[in-house]
C-alpha cells in the first residue's frame, strides 16, 4: 500500500534525524491518504463524496494546456490572456527611458559603437536577471514582499524593491503631469513655446539674439561674439564667446516657456516656493488616471495596455516617417549612429550601457516579479522573456532614429551643430522636442501627439511600479485582498499629497534628486544581493529545477553560468565604476548644494538599509536555537510554505526530500523546512541544527495535532 509505504519511509527519516520513532505519534495522514504525488486532475465523484483523482506519473503535453476562461488561482488571480501579460512586460520594459535617455547616452558614448557594450551587457547582465526575477514570481506565484520564503533572511530585498518602486513611481507620475500639462496646452492655433513675443520672453530669448555668420556684407565681428552693423545689432556669430564674455546664455523659446510658464521654476532647490495650482491639477489628473485604471488590478490593466502598450509604437512610426524627410534630418542620424570605436577603451561607456540596461528592462524594482506573479504556472516565461528583451532593444534603437532625425532638422532651422542641441532627460521632452515640432505644419496636432505619446509610454511603467506596491501590501496583509479598490485609493490619495512638493518651483530639482538616487545604484545593489540569494543561498541547481517544471523542458547551462558568474561580477564591477565616477548633482547649469546631495543619499541608503535591518529582525525573533550563526542558518532554509501557490503544482516537485505538498491542510505537519536536498540535511551543523528543531517542534505539534487529516483538498487542476 502507498500510504504504508510513507509511513514506512516516513519512520526511517524521522529516525535518521531525532534516532527514536517510538516517541513519536504517526500523523494520521500518512495511514489514511494513499494518493501518491503526481499530476492530478478531477475525476467523477466517489460514493463517500470524494473526488477520485487520475494519477499521470509524468506530464505530458496535453497536460500543460493553459485555459484563460477560468482563474488557475482563485484567490490571487491570474491574467486574462497571455497577451495581457506579455503587453504588461513590454509596456513596464519600455518606458520614457527608451526615448530620452538611450540616444542621448548613444551619442555621447561612441554613437553607432555603443550599441555594442550595450547589447553585451543586454545579453550577459540584462536577459538573465530579466529571466532570473520574471522566474521566481511565476513559480511562487508571490510579490516581491512574500517570494522570499525561500530565504527568510533576504525578506529585506523584497521590501527595499517595494521602497524603489514607490517612490519612483512618486516622480515619475509628476513626469506624466508634465506631459498632461503640455498635452492641453497644445489645443491651440499657435504653439505658445514657438516665439520670443510673450510677455514672459527675456532678452535672451533665441529669436531676440538671432546666429548670423556675419558676412562683411552684414557686418562686423566683434571679440565678444556679437555681429553689429554700426550701431544695430545684427546677431551672435559665437555663442561661446557671447556668454564668455557677457555671462548671458542664449534660450530657446520653448526652454523659457519650459522654465517660466510650465513650472515657474525657481532659481535652486534652496528656493523651493509653494505648489502651482495648475501643475496639482495635473498630478491629480495622473492619479486618478492610475487609480481607474488600477481599480480592479491586472484583470483592469491587462486591457489598458492593448493601447498604452501599442500606441506608442504608431506615433513613433509616424513621427519616424514625418521626420527622416525633414531637411537636415540626415545629420542628425548620422551624429547619432556614427561609430567611434576608440570610445570602447573608455570604461565610462561600458558603465553607461550596464546601468541603461538597469533603467531601461526596469531590473530589481519589483515589477518583474509582481506581473509574473500573476501568471499560470506553466506559462513560457523564457519565450516571454527573451521577446520583451528583444523588444526593449530594438525600441531604444529605434526611438534614436526618431528623436535625432528631429534633432538634425532643429540644427540646421537654428544654425548650430547637433550637439548643442542634443539633450537627456526633461531637457529633451520638455525643451528641445517641442523647438522641434514647432517648425512643422499642422504644429499643434504633432504636438499633441507627441506628448499623447509620453504619456502612455509612461503609464505602462507607471502601472507596474504602483501594482508592485498594491501587490507587496496585499501579500503580505491577505485580509486586504477583498478590499482592493478600497486599498488601491489609499495609495494613490498617500502617493499624491506626498507628492505636492514636486509640483512647486523647486520641485524639478527633488524630481533630479529622486532620479539620480532613488533608482540609481540602490538598483545595483538589490540586483546583486537577489542574484547571490538565488544562487547561492537557495541553490542554483534546485532553481533551475523550479523553472524546469514550469517549463517542462530543460535549461541549458547557459543561464548557470550567467546567474553564478557573469551577472555577479558584472554588476559588482559597475556598482565600483559608479562610486569611482561619482560627481555632485547637477541641473542643466545649475549644481546641487551637499544638502541636497546628502538628501539623496539619505534615501538611497534608507532603501538599502532594509536589507540587513530585516536580517537581523529575521535573526533576533528565531528563538528555536541559541548561536547566532545557526540562527542565520535556519533562515536561509526554504519555509514549509515556499514553492507553488497551488498544491496540484507542488505536487510536481519530487526532487526535494522532505517537501511538503499541502502545508496549508497538514496542521501540526512534521516538516517545518523544505530541504534542499537529503545530502545537505545529513552533513555537519545543518543536520545538528535540524535535528534540535523537528525533535523540539514535532513534539509539540503532535501532541495539538487531534488526529487531523487531509479532507477536503481538491486535486482539480486546469493545466
Same mark, same amino acid.
Given at each position: 500500500?502507498?500510504?504504508?509505504?510513507?509511513?514506512?519511509?516516513?519512520?526511517?527519516?524521522?529516525?535518521?534525524?531525532?534516532?527514536?520513532?517510538?516517541?513519536?505519534?504517526?500523523?494520521?495522514?500518512?495511514?489514511?491518504?494513499?494518493?501518491?504525488?503526481?499530476?492530478?486532475?478531477?475525476?467523477?465523484?466517489?460514493?463517500?463524496?470524494?473526488?477520485?483523482?487520475?494519477?499521470?506519473?509524468?506530464?505530458?503535453?496535453?497536460?500543460?494546456?493553459?485555459?484563460?476562461?477560468?482563474?488557475?488561482?482563485?484567490?490571487?488571480?491570474?491574467?486574462?490572456?497571455?497577451?495581457?501579460?506579455?503587453?504588461?512586460?513590454?509596456?513596464?520594459?519600455?518606458?520614457?527611458?527608451?526615448?530620452?535617455?538611450?540616444?542621448?547616452?548613444?551619442?555621447?558614448?561612441?554613437?553607432?559603437?555603443?550599441?555594442?557594450?550595450?547589447?553585451?551587457?543586454?545579453?550577459?547582465?540584462?536577459?538573465?536577471?530579466?529571466?532570473?526575477?520574471?522566474?521566481?514570481?511565476?513559480?511562487?506565484?508571490?510579490?516581491?514582499?512574500?517570494?522570499?520564503?525561500?530565504?527568510?533572511?533576504?525578506?529585506?530585498?523584497?521590501? @527595499?524593491?517595494?521602497?524603489?518602486?514607490?517612490?519612483?513611481?512618486?516622480?515619475?507620475?509628476?513626469?506624466?503631469?508634465?506631459?498632461?500639462?503640455?498635452?492641453?496646452?497644445?489645443?491651440?492655433?499657435?504653439?505658445?513655446?514657438?516665439?520670443?513675443?510673450?510677455?514672459?520672453?527675456?532678452?535672451?530669448?533665441?529669436?531676440?539674439?538671432?546666429?548670423?555668420?556675419?558676412?562683411?556684407?552684414?557686418?562686423?565681428? !566683434?571679440?565678444?561674439?556679437?555681429?553689429?552693423?554700426?550701431?544695430?545689432?545684427?546677431?551672435?556669430?559665437?555663442?561661446?564667446?557671447?556668454?564668455?564674455?557677457?555671462?548671458?546664455?542664449?534660450?530657446?523659446?520653448?526652454?523659457?516657456?519650459?522654465?517660466?510658464?510650465?513650472?515657474?521654476?525657481?532659481?535652486?532647490?534652496?528656493?523651493? *516656493?509653494?505648489?502651482?495650482?495648475?501643475?496639482?491639477?495635473?498630478?491629480?489628473? @495622473?492619479?486618478?488616471?492610475?487609480?481607474?485604471?488600477?481599480?480592479?488590478?491586472?484583470?483592469?490593466?491587462?486591457?489598458?495596455?492593448?493601447?498604452?502598450?501599442?500606441?506608442?509604437?504608431?506615433?513613433?512610426?509616424?513621427?519616424?516617417?514625418?521626420?527622416?524627410?525633414?531637411?537636415?534630418?540626415?545629420?542628425?542620424?548620422?551624429?547619432?549612429?556614427?561609430?567611434?570605436?576608440?570610445?570602447?577603451?573608455?570604461?565610462?561607456?561600458?558603465?553607461?550601457?550596464?546601468?541603461?540596461?538597469?533603467?531601461?528592462?526596469?531590473? @530589481?524594482?519589483?515589477?518583474?516579479?509582481?506581473?509574473?506573479?500573476?501568471?499560470?504556472?506553466?506559462?513560457?516565461?523564457?519565450?516571454?522573456?527573451?521577446?520583451?528583451?528583444?523588444?526593449?532593444?530594438?525600441?531604444?534603437?529605434?526611438?534614436?532614429?526618431?528623436?535625432?532625425?528631429?534633432?538634425?532638422?532643429?540644427?540646421?532651422?537654428?544654425?548650430?551643430?547637433?550637439?548643442?542641441?542634443?539633450?537627456?532627460?526633461?531637457?529633451?521632452?520638455?525643451?528641445?522636442?517641442?523647438?522641434?515640432?514647432?517648425?512643422?505644419?499642422?504644429?499643434?496636432?504633432?504636438?499633441?501627439?507627441?506628448?499623447?505619446?509620453?504619456?502612455?509610454?509612461?503609464?505602462?511603467?507607471?502601472?507596474?511600479?504602483?501594482?508592485?506596491?498594491?501587490?507587496?501590501?496585499?501579500?503580505?496583509?491577505?485580509?486586504?485582498?477583498?478590499?482592493?479598490?478600497?486599498?488601491?485609493?489609499?495609495?494613490?490619495?498617500?502617493?499624491?499629497?506626498? *507628492?505636492?512638493?514636486?509640483?512647486?518651483?523647486?520641485?524639478?530639482?527633488?524630481?533630479?534628486?529622486?532620479?539620480?538616487?532613488?533608482?540609481?545604484?540602490?538598483?545595483?545593489?538589490?540586483?546583486?544581493?537577489?542574484?547571490?540569494?538565488?544562487? !547561492?543561498?537557495?541553490?542554483?541547481?534546485?532553481?533551475?529545477?523550479?523553472?524546469?517544471?514550469?517549463?517542462?523542458?530543460?535549461?541549458?547551462?547557459?543561464?548557470?553560468?550567467?546567474?553564478?558568474?557573469?551577472?555577479?561580477?558584472?554588476?559588482?564591477?559597475?556598482?565600483?565604476?559608479?562610486?569611482?565616477?561619482?560627481?555632485?548633482?547637477?541641473?542643466?547649469?545649475?549644481?546641487?548644494?551637499?544638502?541636497?546631495?546628502?538628501?539623496?543619499?539619505?534615501?538611497?541608503?534608507?532603501?538599502?538599509?532594509?536589507?540587513?535591518?530585516?536580517?537581523?529582525?529575521?535573526?533576533?525573533?528565531?528563538?528555536?536555537?541559541?548561536?547566532?550563526?545557526?540562527?542565520?542558518?535556519?533562515?536561509?532554509?526554504?519555509?514549509?510554505?515556499?514553492?507553488?501557490?497551488?498544491?496540484?503544482?507542488?505536487?510536481?516537485?519530487?526532487?526535494?526530500?522532505?517537501?511538503?505538498?499541502?502545508?496549508?491542510?497538514?496542521?501540526?505537519?512534521?516538516?517545518?523546512?523544505?530541504?534542499?536536498?537529503?545530502?545537505?540535511?545529513?552533513?555537519?551543523?545543518?543536520?545538528?541544527?535540524?535535528?534540535?528543531?523537528?525533535?523540539?517542534?514535532?513534539?509539540?505539534?503532535?501532541?495539538?495535532?487531534?488526529?487531523?487529516?487531509?479532507?477536503?483538498?481538491?486535486?482539480?487542476?486546469?493545466?
Amino acid at each position: 500500500m502507498p500510504g504504508l509505504q510513507r509511513k514506512e519511509k516516513w519512520e526511517s527519516s524521522m529516525s535518521d534525524i531525532t534516532g527514536d520513532t517510538a516517541s513519536v505519534s504517526i500523523p494520521p495522514d500518512l495511514l489514511t491518504n494513499n494518493i501518491d504525488p503526481g499530476v492530478y486532475r478531477k475525476g467523477p465523484r466517489a460514493s463517500n463524496g470524494a473526488s477520485q483523482v487520475t494519477i499521470a506519473t509524468e506530464e505530458t503535453e496535453d497536460s500543460r494546456k493553459q485555459f484563460f476562461g477560468k482563474d488557475e488561482n482563485e484567490e490571487r488571480g491570474n491574467w486574462t490572456g497571455r497577451f495581457d501579460f506579455l503587453l504588461s512586460l513590454l509596456g513596464y520594459a519600455v518606458g520614457l527611458g527608451n526615448v530620452w535617455r538611450f540616444p542621448y547616452l548613444c551619442y555621447r558614448n561612441g554613437g553607432g559603437a555603443f550599441l555594442i557594450p550595450f547589447v553585451l551587457m543586454m545579453i550577459l547582465v540584462g536577459v538573465p536577471l530579466f529571466f532570473m526575477e520574471a522566474a521566481l514570481g511565476q513559480f511562487c506565484s508571490s510579490g516581491p514582499m512574500t517570494c522570499w520564503r525561500f530565504a527568510p533572511l533576504f525578506k529585506g530585498v523584497g521590501i @527595499a524593491m517595494v521602497a524603489v518602486s514607490a517612490l519612483t513611481s512618486l516622480y515619475y507620475n509628476m513626469i506624466l503631469a508634465w506631459s498632461y500639462y503640455y498635452f492641453f496646452a497644445s489645443f491651440t492655433s499657435d504653439l505658445p513655446w514657438v516665439s520670443c513675443d510673450n510677455s514672459w520672453n527675456t532678452r535672451d530669448c533665441s529669436t531676440m539674439l538671432p546666429l548670423t555668420d556675419c558676412a562683411d556684407s552684414v557686418g562686423q565681428k !566683434y571679440d565678444n561674439g556679437t555681429c553689429l552693423n554700426g550701431d544695430t545689432f545684427v546677431g551672435l556669430w559665437d555663442v561661446k564667446k557671447f556668454t564668455s564674455a557677457t555671462g548671458r546664455k542664449r534660450k530657446l523659446a520653448s526652454e523659457e516657456y519650459w522654465e517660466k510658464i510650465a513650472l515657474d521654476q525657481s532659481s535652486g532647490i534652496e528656493d523651493f *516656493g509653494q505648489p502651482k495650482w495648475d501643475l496639482v491639477l495635473c498630478l491629480m489628473l @495622473a492619479w486618478i488616471v492610475c487609480f481607474l485604471c488600477l481599480i480592479k488590478g491586472i484583470k483592469s490593466t491587462g486591457k489598458v495596455v492593448y493601447f498604452t502598450a501599442v500606441f506608442p509604437y504608431v506615433v513613433l512610426l509616424i513621427l519616424f516617417f514625418n521626420g527622416i524627410f525633414l531637411s537636415n534630418a540626415g545629420e542628425g542620424i548620422y551624429f547619432y549612429i556614427v561609430p567611434d570605436f576608440s570610445r570602447l577603451l573608455d570604461a565610462g561607456v561600458w558603465k553607461d550601457a550596464a546601468v541603461q540596461i538597469f533603467f531601461s528592462m526596469s531590473i @530589481a524594482g519589483g515589477g518583474l516579479v509582481t506581473l509574473s506573479s500573476y501568471n499560470r504556472f506553466h506559462n513560457n516565461i523564457l519565450l516571454d522573456s527573451i521577446i520583451v528583451s528583444i523588444g526593449d532593444t530594438v525600441t531604444c534603437i529605434f526611438a534614436g532614429f526618431v528623436i535625432f532625425s528631429y534633432l538634425g532638422h532643429m540644427a540646421g532651422e537654428l544654425n548650430v551643430k547637433v550637439e548643442d542641441v542634443a539633450q537627456s532627460g526633461a531637457g529633451l521632452a520638455f525643451v528641445v522636442y517641442p523647438t522641434a515640432v514647432a517648425s512643422l505644419p499642422a504644429s499643434p496636432f504633432w504636438s499633441a501627439l507627441f506628448f499623447f505619446m509620453l504619456i502612455t509610454l509612461g503609464l505602462d511603467s507607471q502601472f507596474a511600479m504602483l501594482e508592485t506596491v498594491l501587490t507587496g501590501v496585499m501579500d503580505q496583509y491577505p485580509t486586504l485582498r477583498p478590499h482592493k479598490t478600497l486599498v488601491i485609493l489609499a495609495i494613490s490619495i498617500v502617493f499624491f499629497i506626498i *507628492g505636492l512638493p514636486l509640483c512647486a518651483p523647486g520641485g524639478v530639482y527633488l524630481v533630479q534628486i529622486l532620479d539620480n538616487y532613488v533608482g540609481g545604484w540602490t538598483l545595483l545593489i538589490i540586483g546583486f544581493a537577489e542574484v547571490t540569494c538565488i544562487t !547561492y543561498v537557495y541553490g542554483v541547481n534546485r532553481f533551475i529545477r523550479d523553472i524546469e517544471i514550469m517549463l517542462g523542458k530543460k535549461m541549458i547551462i547557459w543561464w548557470k553560468i550567467c546567474w553564478m558568474v557573469i551577472s555577479p561580477i558584472a554588476i559588482l564591477l559597475i556598482f565600483i565604476a559608479t562610486f569611482v565616477e561619482y560627481e555632485a548633482s547637477t541641473y542643466g547649469d545649475y549644481t546641487f548644494p551637499a544638502w541636497a546631495d546628502a538628501l539623496g543619499w539619505i534615501m538611497a541608503v534608507a532603501i538599502i538599509l532594509a536589507i540587513p535591518i530585516t536580517m537581523l529582525y529575521q535573526v533576533n525573533k528565531e528563538d528555536e536555537v541559541t548561536s547566532f550563526w545557526g540562527k542565520i542558518k535556519l533562515q536561509c532554509i526554504p519555509s514549509r510554505e515556499w514553492g507553488p501557490a497551488l498544491v496540484r503544482h507542488r505536487e510536481l516537485v519530487d526532487y526535494v526530500d522532505g517537501f511538503v505538498q499541502d502545508p496549508w491542510a497538514e496542521k501540526g505537519a512534521f516538516v517545518n523546512y523544505a530541504y534542499k536536498s537529503d545530502s545537505e540535511l545529513r552533513t555537519g551543523s545543518l543536520r545538528s541544527l535540524e535535528a534540535s528543531r523537528l525533535s523540539a517542534r514535532m513534539k509539540k505539534s503532535f501532541a495539538s495535532s487531534n488526529g487531523s487529516t487531509r479532507t477536503g483538498i481538491s486535486y482539480e487542476t486546469h493545466v
